[in-house]
T-cell receptor
């Protein structure tokens, strides 16, 4: 059963530390999205890639966040340095745009 | 900037009743998605609506799309407790040339609670 795999599922870290979240999209999918979900802001699009090329990262705080796809099987989202306001659930999703996206289970980040 | 608005944001229903969730969006699009999220879980795709007038049904849920009104509806028939969840609509904008480009924007979500 194909699925989007995210690691870590949970991460607790201290302010100022670097955090890296990883996503393995479903094999063959050409589009990868990163979303952040909080109670206050809902689901915010941070970045997305098509055929590994970044298409839009305008939703991402550029000074501390970076997103990459080093190869077709791995997408990464890095925060450096992390801040308490970054605490959220980060979802990765993959698909064939514009057909439906499949979401991973999410990475729950807590920054103390 | 594309805005996607759902209403209501909170919906408390009795089992057996019918209700509709509305999703309005602010720019041209002919592709709309409905997702379900259970507490603490991921998002599960429910429906993909790819053209004006599209209607999809699965069990007690039926979704429709009116691209001229920029409106989608998710209709719940004879609600049961298992339908309690948060429901999101999401929209891909379409540019002037009719090409859908990938920036999928979500509504705020509708928290549905079905009680006896």
């Amino acid at each position: 059963d194909a699925r989007v795999t995210q690691t870590p599922r949970h991460k607790v870290t201290e302010m100022g530390q670097e955090v890296t979240m990883r996503c393995q999209p479903i094999l063959g999918h050409n589009t990868v999205f990163w979303y952040r979900q909080t109670m206050m802001q809902g689901l915010e699009l941070l970045a997305y890639f098509r055929n590994r090329a970044p298409l839009d990262d305008s939703g991402m705080p550029k000074d501390r966040f970076s997103a990459e796809m080093p190869d077709a099987t791995l997408a990464t989202l890095k925060i450096q340095p992390s801040e308490p306001r970054d605490s959220a659930v980060y979802f990765c999703a993959s698909g064939f745009t514009p057909v439906r996206l499949f979401f991973g289970e999410g990475s729950r980040l807590t920054v103390l | 900037e594309l805005k996607v608005e759902q209403n209501p944001l909170f919906l408390s229903m009795q089992e057996g009743k019918n209700y509709t969730i509305y999703c309005n969006y602010s720019t041209t699009s002919d592709r709309l998605y409905w997702y379900r999220q259970d507490p603490g879980k991921s998002l599960e795709s429910l429906f993909v609506l790819l053209s004006n007038g599209a209607v999809k049904q699965e069990g007690r849920l039926m979704a429709s799309l009116d691209t001229k009104a920029r409106l989608s509806t998710l209709h719940i028939t004879a609600a049961v407790h298992d339908l309690s969840a948060t429901y999101f609509c999401a929209v891909h904008p379409t540019n002037a040339g009719g090409t859908s480009y990938g920036k999928l924007t979500f509504g705020q979500g509708t928290i549905l609670t079905v009680h006896p």
